[in-house]
């Protein structure tokens, strides 16, 4: 089955119900996994430990994706300069959100980041929403995904329930997740400055 039409098909079954086991029944919405969207095989080791209280929120910078296609092949274009050109371990997000308003695994809840920093990679997890979002804001499917995203964590237990956000530039010096975004992230209910 081609990559496109597996990863349909996942959606569709986990939508239904009918590709989860029974332990997998938390308010979830449909996570694209690695082996779905062809990730490379990881070599990090460091683990978190969960529930992290904090959550950091970046975008790529790079152009949008906003199709399963065009989005696994973004999400795969990350991971190669990640690994390939810094030589990293892998993906430096915990999850990546497409404009299509899918979650892309990248480290998953258990493996420590590089997303921020060595102060803040070992104590949360991080978000990155795959596009530009300095003079335009995601679309709203892409927001959905990620406040689904974030409800999961807290059911999985890998969030605490009192989390709280920070856009990337509260604990880096930069202009990521964009202007747009940044005001969006300030809005909700567990932002935190």
């Given at each position: 089955?081609?990559?496109?039409?597996?990863?349909?098909?996942?959606?569709?079954?986990?939508?239904?119900?009918?590709?989860?086991?029974?332990?997998?029944?938390?308010?979830?919405?449909?996570?694209?996994?690695?082996?779905?969207?062809?990730?490379?095989?990881?070599?990090?080791?460091?683990?978190?430990?969960?529930?992290?209280?904090?959550?950091?929120?970046?975008?790529?910078a790079a152009i949008p994706c906003d199709t399963p296609t065009s989005c696994?092949?973004?999400?795969?274009?990350?991971?190669?300069?990640?690994?390939?050109?810094?030589?990293?371990?892998?993906?430096?997000?915990?999850?990546?959100?497409?404009?299509?308003?899918?979650?892309?695994?990248?480290?998953?809840?258990?493996?420590?980041?590089?997303?921020?920093?060595?102060?803040?990679?070992?104590?949360?997890?991080?978000i990155s929403f795959m596009g530009n979002y300095m003079d335009r804001a995601?679309?709203?499917?892409?927001?959905?995904?990620?406040?689904?995203?974030?409800?999961?964590?807290?059911?999985?237990?890998?969030?605490?329930?009192n989390y709280e956000v920070k856009g990337h530039r509260d604990v880096r010096?930069?202009?990521?997740?964009?202007?747009?975004?940044?005001?969006?992230?300030?809005?909700?209910?567990?932002?935190?400055?």
């Amino acid at each position: 089955m081609s990559s496109p039409c597996a990863l349909l098909t996942w959606t569709l079954l986990t939508l239904l119900g009918l590709g989860a086991t029974r332990e997998d029944f938390t308010p979830c919405g449909p996570i694209v996994p690695r082996r779905e969207w062809g990730a490379l095989p990881s070599r990090c080791e460091q683990r978190l430990d969960l529930p992290v209280r904090y959550v950091v929120v970046s975008h790529t910078a790079a152009i949008p994706c906003d199709t399963p296609t065009s989005c696994m092949r973004q999400v795969q274009n990350v991971q190669h300069y990640h690994m390939r050109t810094r030589g990293w371990c892998d993906v430096a997000y915990n999850f990546l959100i497409g404009e299509d308003g899918l979650v892309y695994e990248g480290r998953g809840w258990d493996t420590q980041g590089a997303h921020s920093g060595p102060t803040w990679n070992s104590k949360s997890i991080g978000i990155s929403f795959m596009g530009n979002y300095m003079d335009r804001a995601p679309p709203q499917r892409a927001l959905r995904a990620a406040q689904s995203l974030l409800a999961c964590g807290v059911a999985r237990g890998a969030l605490r329930t009192n989390y709280e956000v920070k856009g990337h530039r509260d604990v880096r010096d930069t202009d990521s997740p964009g202007d747009r975004l940044y005001d969006i992230i300030r809005t909700w209910p567990h932002y935190r400055y």
